[in-house]
């Protein structure tokens, strides 16, 4: 067999080659061709096969590193680079928190401070509505009550916290009335706050609006402070007699954390209105 000069430099029978000559010509050819390949055997899934030397046909199968498997598995989940720089995956997180960064990696956390989230919305209607099962994870708490009306004119609206009715609720309220000099009264050991103590409210008004702040709701040593705001229309009033109230309240009952509120009328059943509860650091 002569041994012309091909791409890869194997000896190749031709035709001038006698019968007898071929078995051990296609050998050498064979083995030649094997001995060539040899680098493109093996490797696992998901490897890629690139150059291991410059020299001809040195081949390695290797991770591909310019692709990635993707670690993902559920919609909301983030790639982040782990030790090696090897992606990972950090699953979503619950709603409300935030993304930061603890022992060097990402990971979602509730906030520590400067954040509201909203923990329920709840329709008023009947006699009560209680808002139950309150978050301990926050600081504070912001209740919200917007737009209540109810059956009865000339009522008050309270809140009552753990549904404690012992006289454990004192106040101070300042009321300023369209057309009329500022007005203030306090209260003691009474069974609810009180949020329109100067004026009772009218039922047919559907654009009051109270926010009530209950700071360190988890204090067990010492009594609470809270605060709130309001805007409704005076009861049995006309038009145009709208109140501004605020005031300080001040819950005695120590060695409990808050955990549930209680929404109510002095007299009648709600017909309307909504109360958002929010968690605050």
Known sequence: MSNPTSNYGWQM?????LVTDLPADFEVFGQAVDTALMDLKGGTTGQVLKKNTNADMDF?????AAGMTNPMTTTG???????????ARLGIGSSGQVLNVASG????ATPSSGSMTLLSTT???GASVTLSSISQSYRDLRLE????TFS????SILVRVNADTGNNYDSFNGTSQVGVANSYTGAQSESSFNLTRQYDMQNTSTDAAFMCNFYDYKDTTSIRLNNYMGSYQKGSSTAGDRILGTG???YKNVGTTISSMTILMSAGTFSTGTAYLYGVN
């Open 105 to 108: 990696i990402p990971a979602w």
């Open 145 to 148: 009550i917007k737009d209540p």
């Open 248 to 250: 300080q309240l001040y």
């Open 60 to 64: 390695v199968w290797g991770a591909d």
């Open 77 to 87: 989940d983030i790639i982040y680079s782990s030790s090696g720089s090897t992606p």
């Open 13 to 17: 029978p031709t035709a001038t080659d």
């Open 123 to 125: 329709s008023l209607s």
């Open 152 to 155: 009865t004119n000339n009522s």
